[in-house]
């Protein structure tokens, strides 16, 4: 992962809104919650390529980065607002995509896709020739 994709992913991360984490947690729910044993195969590839190419270090410290935005002590007001379910949810697809980032160079294109795509749903540029599902347009009482 490029220095500069990792700074792109952060600070899209960062400039996420209660809405921008509901998609993330939806696109969760898409493409990983029914698809979990291929998920968690894939996120077990991509983590023993990442200690295989003695990434393990810089990949904690990223995986850190993260963990400050979305729960930590300099959480981000979406992140906080959208805190228990959905938030976990979308935590889980901004880990995952950010593994596939990592270890990119090290996994097949099939691993990456599985870890990318449920962020890719808020984040599309992570699988670009992938368009984003159509999202559920909720009812708002005016």
């Given at each position: 992962?490029?220095?500069?994709?990792?700074?792109?992913?952060?600070?899209?991360?960062?400039?996420?809104?209660?809405?921008?984490?509901?998609?993330?947690?939806?696109?969760?729910?898409?493409?990983?919650?029914?698809?979990?044993?291929?998920?968690?195969?894939?996120?077990?590839?991509?983590?023993?390529?990442?200690?295989?190419?003695?990434?393990?270090?810089?990949?904690?410290?990223?995986?850190?980065?993260?963990?400050?935005?979305?729960?930590?002590?300099?959480?981000?007001?979406?992140?906080?607002?959208?805190?228990?379910?959905?938030?976990?949810?979308?935590?889980?697809?901004?880990?995952?995509?950010?593994?596939?980032?990592?270890?990119?160079?090290?996994?097949t294109g099939d691993q990456f896709a599985t870890l990318a795509r449920p962020m890719d749903e808020a984040?599309?540029?992570?699988?670009?020739?992938?368009?984003?599902?159509?999202?559920?347009?909720?009812?708002?009482?005016?």
């Amino acid at each position: 992962m490029s220095q500069k994709e990792r700074e792109r992913f952060l600070r899209e991360l960062g400039t996420f809104s209660a809405a921008g984490v509901e998609r993330a947690a939806w696109g969760w729910n898409q493409h990983a919650a029914g698809e979990l044993d291929s998920y968690r195969e894939a996120e077990r590839a991509a983590l023993r390529a990442i200690e295989k190419a003695d990434r393990g270090p810089a990949w904690d410290e990223f995986r850190r980065s993260i963990f400050d935005m979305t729960e930590g002590r300099k959480a981000l007001v979406a992140w906080k607002y959208e805190h228990g379910e959905t938030g976990h949810k979308a935590e889980s697809a901004a880990f995952g995509a950010a593994l596939a980032l990592f270890a990119r160079r090290h996994i097949t294109g099939d691993q990456f896709a599985t870890l990318a795509r449920p962020m890719d749903e808020a984040l599309p540029w992570l699988l670009p020739k992938e368009p984003p599902h159509p999202y559920p347009v909720r009812d708002r009482e005016v």
